[in-house]
C-alpha cells in the first residue's frame, strides 16, 4: 500500500515535469502562481493565480501550484517578512504595533496601517519571489527543451 505522501508528492513532480508549452508559457503560469500565493486570501490564492494565469495566457496548472508557496508550515513567516517590508516601505515604525501582544481593540484602531502594510509587503515579496521561480523554471524548461 503505497502510503498518501509518496502519491501526492510523485503527482506533484509530474504535473511539473509533463506540461507542454514553451518555456516562458510555463514561466509565466508559474510565476503568477507564486505571486498570488503571497497574499493573506486564505483559500482564494489558487483561484486568484488561475485567473491571472488565464489572463495573462500563462499555465494554469502551474499557476495553480506556484501557489503553495504558502502553505500551513510557511503561513507564518512568509506573512510576518511581507509585514516587515510593507512596513520598511511605509516608513511605519514597528513599535507602533506591538507584535507580541495584538489586541484586538488596538488591532482594529490599526487596521489600516497594519493591512496596507501587509499587502505592500506581499506585493513586493511576491514580485521578487515570481521573478526569481520563474527565472528558475523558464531555464528548467529550456534545458528540458534542449535534450
Known amino acids: 500500500m503505497r502510503s498518501k505522501r509518496d502519491i501526492?508528492?510523485?503527482?506533484?513532480?509530474?504535473?511539473?515535469r509533463h506540461q507542454?508549452?514553451?518555456p516562458f508559457f510555463n514561466a509565466k503560469g508559474l510565476a503568477i502562481g507564486v505571486f498570488s500565493g503571497c497574499f493573506p486570501f486564505f483559500g482564494f490564492q489558487t483561484l486568484l493565480g488561475i485567473f491571472f494565469?488565464?489572463?495573462a495566457k500563462g499555465n494554469i496548472v502551474l499557476a495553480a501550484i506556484g501557489t503553495w508557496i504558502s502553505n500551513p508550515f510557511t503561513y507564518i513567516p512568509l506573512y510576518y517578512l511581507n509585514y516587515k517590508?510593507?512596513?520598511f516601505f511605509l516608513n511605519?515604525?514597528?513599535?507602533?504595533?506591538?507584535?507580541?501582544?495584538?489586541?484586538?481593540?488596538?488591532l482594529w484602531k490599526q487596521g489600516r496601517t497594519f493591512s496596507l502594510s501587509l499587502l505592500l509587503g506581499?506585493?513586493?515579496?511576491?514580485?521578487?519571489?515570481?521573478?526569481?521561480?520563474?527565472?528558475?523554471?523558464?531555464?528548467i524548461y529550456k534545458i528540458k527543451i534542449k535534450r
Not at 501526492?8 to 511539473?16: N, Q, R, T
Not at 511605519?92 to 488596538?106: P, Q, T
Open 8 to 16: 501526492s508528492f510523485k503527482k506533484i513532480l509530474s504535473l511539473f
Open 20 to 22: 507542454n508549452g514553451s
Open 53 to 55: 494565469a488565464k489572463l
Open 85 to 87: 517590508v510593507g512596513s
Open 92 to 106: 511605519n515604525s514597528s513599535n507602533n504595533l506591538n507584535e507580541k501582544s495584538f489586541v484586538i481593540h488596538d
Open 122 to 139: 506581499s506585493s513586493c515579496v511576491g514580485f521578487l519571489l515570481a521573478l526569481i521561480c520563474g527565472c528558475i523554471v523558464f531555464f
